[in-house]
Nanobody, 119 residues
Framework: QVQLVESGGGSVQAGGSLRLSCVVS????????VAWFRQALGQERDLVAI????????YYVDSVKGRFTVSGDDAKNTVFLQMNRLKPEDTAVYYC????????????WGQGTQVTVSP
């Protein structure tokens, strides 16, 4: 069983920055890809970014490209989401999730961390 624990959420003003952390309990084939999702109040959960441990590659949705950076620290089994130039529309609960490379769904999820961006 893979467990994920997020931290780093908080409240900032528009234009500010936050760095989210996701500690992954086990580095296995089943947790090869780690993604960040977010869910705004009353909205569906949406993908934000993906990090692949195998080659360090990353993927971003258009709305965060150039502002968010996802990275991993092998020694700490931690995936980070650096969020710069935050906008009020980035306000949401942010979740990290893990899956095997090539798998269609994410079976492992963290508990979420709240990010609030004020105008």
């Amino acid at each position: 069983q893979v467990q994920l624990v997020e931290s780093g959420g908080g409240s900032v003003q528009a234009g500010g920055s936050l760095r989210l952390s996701c500690v992954v309990s086990k580095r296995t084939l089943g947790s090869e890809n780690v993604a960040w999702f977010r869910q705004a109040l009353g909205q569906e959960r949406d993908l934000v970014a993906i990090f692949a441990w195998s080659d360090g590659s990353s993927y971003y949705v258009d709305s965060v490209k150039g502002r968010f950076t996802v990275s991993g620290d092998d020694a700490k089994n931690t995936v980070f989401l650096q969020m710069n130039r935050l906008k009020p529309e980035d306000t949401a609960v942010y979740y990290c999730a893990a899956k095997a490379k090539g798998a269609g769904t994410y079976p492992y999820w963290g508990q979420g961390t709240q990010v609030t961006v004020s105008p």
